[in-house]
């Protein structure tokens, strides 16, 4: 168990549906990172938070936001869904925010968009 | 532009027999941060180690060794004496200086038969 707590487990949805991905970080880290795995993308870095600020942001769609917050629990919204945003979301934190940080990622939300 | 090369798609092995899994890097900043992930049949992502850029010593943790050559732009991981709870996807990922948001390669898939 990583200490990284991420729900839901599983989400299905139709297109064109907005849903929050919720993630509670290892107590003690600062650092909340956004990831999406997909068969044909891969894993894909979509944005960072340290400290409830944005630190780094990557192949994040315009449709996607997220926010980390004074709590240091982060939200990743995901509105108007489309079929191929079918994925596993990965939330992973960290003490530091820096390039060089060990992260720990929780066991990741499913989404199904129908 | 930063990349991270993982030719393996997928390699299988017999238990015991010792396994290496290719990771080559693209990178132009002189500071950067390598890294290895385990992600299990369960699907969460474990990491396994980090390296900077100017430390090249190689590392060994129990049957696990890890081989960093700068003059080839290489981190290769060596498993001794493999073992059917090794079979996972494995991921090389890189950071930067520059960059916070970890590149990661495409994975290979690792079997251990027994």
Redo the contacts between chains.
């Keep these: 168990d990583s200490g990284v707590t991420q729900t839901p487990k599983h989400l299905i949805t139709a297109t064109g549906q907005r849903v929050t991905l919720r993630c509670s970080p290892r107590s003690g880290d600062l650092s909340v990172y956004w990831y999406q795995q997909s068969l044909d993308q891969g894993l894909q870095f979509l944005i960072q938070y340290y400290n409830g600020e944005e630190r780094a942001k990557g192949n994040i769609l315009e449709r996607f936001s997220a926010q980390q917050f004074p709590d240091l629990h982060s939200e990743l919204n995901l509105s108007s869904l489309e079929l191929g945003d079918s994925a596993l979301y990965f939330c992973a934190s960290s003490v530091a925010g820096g390039p060089f940080a060990e992260a720990f990622f929780g066991q990741g939300t499913r989404l199904t968009v129908v | 532009a930063q990349k991270v090369t993982q030719a393996q798609t997928e390699i299988s092995v017999v238990e015991k027999e010792d396994v290496t899994l290719d990771c080559v890097y693209e990178t132009r900043d002189t500071t950067?941060?390598l890294?290895w992930?385990k992600q299990p049949p369960?699907?969460?992502?474990?990491?396994l180690i980090?390296r900077?850029s100017f430390d090249e010593q190689n590392e060994i943790s129990g049957r696990y060794s890890w081989n960093f050559q700068k003059s080839t732009s290489s981190f290769n991981f060596t498993i001794t004496a493999s073992q059917v709870v090794d079979s996972a996807v494995y991921?090389c990922?890189l950071?930067?200086?520059s960059?916070?948001?970890?590149?990661?390669g495409?994975?290979t898939k690792l079997i251990i038969k027994p």
């Design positions: 950067y941060y890294f992930y369960s699907g969460e992502l474990v990491f980090r900077n991921f990922a950071s930067e200086d960059n916070y948001q970890l590149i990661w495409a994975g």
